[in-house]
Nanobody, 127 residues
Framework: QVQLVGSGGGSVHTGGSLRLSCAAS????????MAWFRQTPGKEREFVSA????????YYVDFVKGRFTISRDNAKNTVDLQMNSLKPEDTAVYFC????????????????????WGQGTQVTVSS
């Protein structure tokens, strides 16, 4: 079991930065791939970024590449998403997610692959 609590959301103007953090509890965090998804009203939850439990593999959806950076600290049981050059279209509720994987470099982009979810944190970017 992994329990996730996301934080760090807020309101910024276009071009601003925010850093989201997800604190995990549970003995399997260090063997869990982690990801961030986001969702806006009336739309399905969409993949943003993922990181393997080793930290050696990361993946970003095209519309955040070069702007967002995912990282993790297995000693602190945290995964962060640094978001720079934010745009109004980045406005959404952001969720962290986790899944235990056997491979140290395994990541997934599909929502259905993830077993554990945080409660979501709102990010609002105004023009």
């Amino acid at each position: 079991q992994v329990q996730l609590v996301g934080s760090g959301g807020g309101s910024v103007h276009t071009g601003g930065s925010l850093r989201l953090s997800c604190a995990a509890s549970g003995r399997t965090f260090s063997h869990s791939a982690m990801a961030w998804f986001r969702q806006t009203p009336g739309k399905e939850r969409e993949f943003v970024s993922a990181i393997s439990w080793s930290g050696s593999t990361t993946y970003y959806v095209d519309f955040v590449k070069g702007r967002f950076t995912i990282s993790r600290d297995n000693a602190k049981n945290t995964v962060d998403l640094q978001m720079n050059s934010l745009k109004p279209e980045d406005t959404a509720v952001y969720f962290c997610a986790a899944v235990v994987t056997s491979g140290s470099n395994t990541i997934y982009t599909a929502t259905r692959r993830y077993d554990f979810w945080g409660q979501g944190t709102q990010v609002t970017v105004s023009s």
